[in-house]
């Protein structure tokens, strides 16, 4: 306990200078409005902004990039609440209720929400990191192929707690969803699968796009006379984003659940953020009184994912640091940074580096401190843009969906999926189908089938020893309760009930 | 005060333009280093034959931070630093279908003198599986060759083997036993373990991962038994024994890690790398060709190049235009040659 006083002391003696502060505050502050830019996500922020890391102290360049980091995982949040266009897909699942609770005329506390519950997951995440980090991450290997597959089936099945009124609406999504995953080549074989010669497609459609389309433009294109975001100004008064004392009982246990669920998934290496917040989302859905409430606008469904989210983020780190195993596409950027300073994340870097490793934890604990100011500060700032007339929202908003589209690939073909997937989209809000299911099929038919198969090579092709593994079982259990035990305890209920 | 908002947010705007501006997927090199063209002033050096006088687009067909990136801006970087040119190399990242985007991208600008791409092992392999519109031989001009990436074979800690003997011997006694990981399905990776096979008369199971990352993570987890892995990627796990080195697939003995013999030592004769080079639209002009070929010698000459390639683990190996051309030939027929027993096995 002694060693760990005196270790966060020697971190904290880094950021004691003024101007590492400094660069704390603005790598937190260049996060959260990259964040809130659709399609540029902390992998793209941090790409962009590493530069700026040349030449300084590696442990002053790892604060600013962590900075980055997560204030990006909050700054998605934004946009998803005020415009229904999450500016990452971590924050896909903020848009559920957040949206809604801005077409309430509550976009100030939602967005109030979204800031405590990040920086509360995020917080107990860095303790947790602090303290259990070299032990959890000899653990998180024990995750191959097998557990994975099983983990990601529990993520399709947790589409049936996100369907809302017509499950068999969210299935369709899901379905066109999991078609949409299998275009590309093959992961194993490298045979091309509905490619049609289109070289664009050989890597498969990234999800980035489709969710820019589905959400954003979709949202634009939609008439919206039915759904206007009111705003008053009463409540961008400060007590007012603070949430009441009922409002804080509803949300508590759901940030306590999302940070752990969120923390542990983030650790795996290869789950990450995104779905993290997937699952904290169905399960808060699953265990609250008000589960069929979900989707309408509870600050339940904001505070769940948003603490996931975050929680998973530094919870991605420790397999970076301890293992010089990059979990998510952002760590693995990151870990490139550090390399490029000098630093080799691995077993050893806590010792080696103990300057380094112990500043950037308690440049966490700084960081997620300027995150609730700046979230809270920021905030009647960030409302505000609903008070600029539609047309001139909405085409501003294109243009930044545009622009981000582009910039993913340097190529009009991203541009020409997002626009696609924006028609596809008015469809599917005109006739009612949800669009998240499709989303997160996107995300996790790739991830699903390609350790799917991976785990048959590994063994010999028998789909029992991958199934049998005791962690995989465990999970697919549970998967299999969250998709059919709704239905099986209605038909006993009924049965007995008579 | 609804235009006070609006002014906000344009200003937001043209920060968001001049961040994808800046971003280094698109960022041109530096301000022109030399900006009148070097044809006005043929005195100073013996300037024979033909000069650039447009910017060079140099394609990149990945995405930003991944290997082909840094190998080509670090020669944007020795080429404008060192004023080695009159005219500026500007990187573009084209990624997108294992590099095919990028190549077809510069495919469409048909022989023209002003773009240029690298090559990594997809520039073969994506052509020999039909994965790409373009022929090796028919599509391209080759420029010059600068560099290849070892490839290390390691072993799980719990195996309890030390050795590349002691691996191929417990392969041979347990025929599709060992688990082997390497990138995608038709990579390097994949071509060392059927080399391996092969030369060892042994059979080992080919598990492909994403990234070296992942294969990483499902070695330390004791999912798989073998892998390929670049050795850099190796990093720490090898130093604390948790990934046991076997052996290299240079020539020679990579300098970070000096005690890992090659295949060749063990008496192996397998020796496979990625080779890494620049390549432009066939019809290009000799003198054209000639004179990047110069411009890239003088680049692989330089010391930082020389710190670059041994920071990153590259071996340099420069090959003029005319050694390349030859080079290729070879490694296209060994490509060939194994891209067709990878595909029989499947």
């Not at chain 1, 999800?207 to 009111?230: H, N, Q, S």
């Not at chain 1, 949430?243 to 659940?257: M, V």
């Not at chain 1, 690939?409 to 499709?438: C, D, H, Q, R, W």
Request: charged share 15%; aromatic share 10%; hydrophobic share 50%.
């Amino acid at each position: 306990m002694e060693a760990l006083l005196n270790n966060l002391s020697l971190g904290f003696s880094v950021l004691a200078d003024p101007i590492v502060l400094l660069y704390a505050f603005g790598g937190v502050l260049c996060g959260v409005i990259i964040g809130a830019l659709p399609g540029l996500g902390p992998s793209v922020g941090i790409a962009v902004l590493l530069p700026l890391t040349y030449g300084m102290e590696p442990a002053v360049g790892i604060i600013l990039l962590a900075g980055i980091y997560y204030g990006a995982m909050y700054g998605g949040s934004i946009t998803a609440i005020l415009i229904n266009t999450p500016g990452d897909s971590a924050a896909v699942m903020t848009a559920l209720d957040g949206y809604p609770l801005a077409l309430k005329g509550q976009a100030g506390k939602a967005m109030g929400m979204a800031a405590y519950a990040s920086v509360i997951g995020g917080t107990i995440s860095v303790i947790a990191f602090m303290l259990f980090a070299p032990v959890i991450a000899k653990y998180a290997l024990v995750f191959g192929s097998s557990e994975y597959f099983a983990l990601m089936v529990l993520g399709l099945a947790s589409i049936a707690g996100m369907t809302g009124d017509s499950p068999s609406k969210g299935f369709l999504a899901a379905f066109i969803g999991l078609f949409i995953a299998l275009i590309g080549l093959d992961l194993v074989t490298g045979v091309q699968r509905y490619v049609f010669g289109n070289v664009h497609l050989y890597s498969g459609i990234d999800f980035i796009p489709v969710a820019m389309g589905l959400f954003g433009i979709a949202e634009i294109i939609t008439d919206r006379g039915d759904a206007k975001v009111e705003i008053d100004n009463k409540m961008l008064k400060f007590r007012n984003l603070f949430p009441n004392k009922q409002e804080w009982k509803d949300c508590l246990p759901h940030i306590g659940r999302g940070t752990g669920l969120g923390f542990f998934v983030g650790m795996l290496p290869g789950a990450g953020a995104t779905i993290a917040s997937f699952l904290s989302y169905s399960m808060a859905k699953k265990v609250s009184k008000r589960g069929n409430e979900f989707g309408t606008g509870l600050l339940e469904g904001v505070a769940a994912p948003e603490s996931a989210n975050n929680a998973a983020s530094i919870g991605a780190m420790i397999p970076m640091l301890t293992l010089g195993v990059p979990g998510s596409g952002a760590t693995a950027i990151m870990m490139g940074a550090l390399m490029m300073l000098g630093i080799t994340p691995g077993p050893s870097l806590f010792m080696n580096e103990a300057e380094v490793a112990w500043s950037l934890i308690a440049s966490m604990y700084i960081g997620n401190i300027f995150l609730l100011v700046l979230g809270i500060l920021g905030l009647p700032l960030f409302v505000r843009v609903l008070k600029v007339k539609a047309p001139i929202l909405n085409s501003i908003v294109l243009a930044f969906i545009l622009i981000g589209s582009y910039a993913l690939e340097n190529s009009l073909f991203t541009v020409g999926i997002t626009i696609f997937f924006g028609v596809i989209g008015y469809f599917m809000k005109k006739l009612k189908v949800p669009a998240a299911p499709m989303i997160l099929a996107i995300v996790l038919g790739y991830l699903t089938e390609s350790n799917l198969r991976q785990a048959l090579i590994i063994a010999d092709g028998s789909i029992v020893g991958v199934i049998t593994k005791p962690i995989s079982a465990v999970i697919l259990i549970i998967a299999l309760i969250m998709a059919f035990g709704g239905p099986i305890t209605q038909m006993i209920k009924k049965k007995f009930a008579v | 005060m609804n235009k006070k908002m609006l002014r906000v947010l344009a200003l937001m705007l043209v920060a968001m333009v001049v961040l994808a501006g800046c971003s280094p997927a698109e960022s041109p090199a530096e301000e022109p280093a030399v900006e009148t063209p070097a044809v006005e002033e043929p005195a100073v050096e013996e300037v024979v034959g033909w000069v650039p006088t447009e910017n060079v687009e140099f394609i990149i067909p990945f995405s930003a931070g991944g290997g082909s990136d840094v190998f080509a801006r670090k020669i944007i970087e020795i080429i404008s630093k060192n004023e080695m040119a009159p005219v500026n190399f500007i990187a573009t990242n084209k990624p997108g279908g294992s590099g095919v985007v990028g190549y077809t991208y510069m495919n469409g600008k048909g022989a023209n003198d002003y773009i240029m791409a690298t090559t990594s092992s997809s520039f073969y392999s994506q052509p020999i599986t039909g994965n790409s519109p373009l022929s090796i031989t028919d599509d391209f001009a080759f420029v010059a060759h600068l560099a290849k990436d070892p490839n290390l074979f390691a072993a799980k800690q719990d195996l309890g083997l030390n050795t590349l003997e002691e691996v191929i011997e417990y392969a041979k006694a347990n025929p599709g036993a060992l688990k082997f990981g390497g990138t995608a399905n038709a990579s390097d990776d994949t071509i060392l373990m059927y080399m391996i096979n092969e030369l060892a008369g042994v059979e080992m199971t080919y598990v492909p991962y994403d990234s070296g990352g992942d294969i990483l993570a499902a070695i330390l987890g004791g999912h798989i038994d073998v892998c390929a892995i670049s050795p850099s990627e190796g990093g720490e796990h090898l130093a604390a024994g948790t990934l046991i080195p076997l052996a290299v697939s240079a020539e020679e003995r990579v300098s970070i890690l000096p005690d890992v013999p090659t295949f060749l030592e063990s008496g192996y004769d397998i020796t496979h790398q990625q080779s890494r080079g620049v390549v432009m639209n066939a019809g290009t002009s000799q003198e054209v060709l000639d004179y990047y070929s110069d411009l890239f010698q003088q680049v692989s000459e330089t010391e930082e190049w020389k710190t670059f390639l041994k920071e990153n683990v590259m071996g340099d190996v420069f090959y003029n235009n005319e050694e390349y051309v030859e080079f290729n030939t070879d490694l296209t027929a060994k490509y060939v040659k194994f891209m067709d027993m990878i595909a029989r096995n499947q």
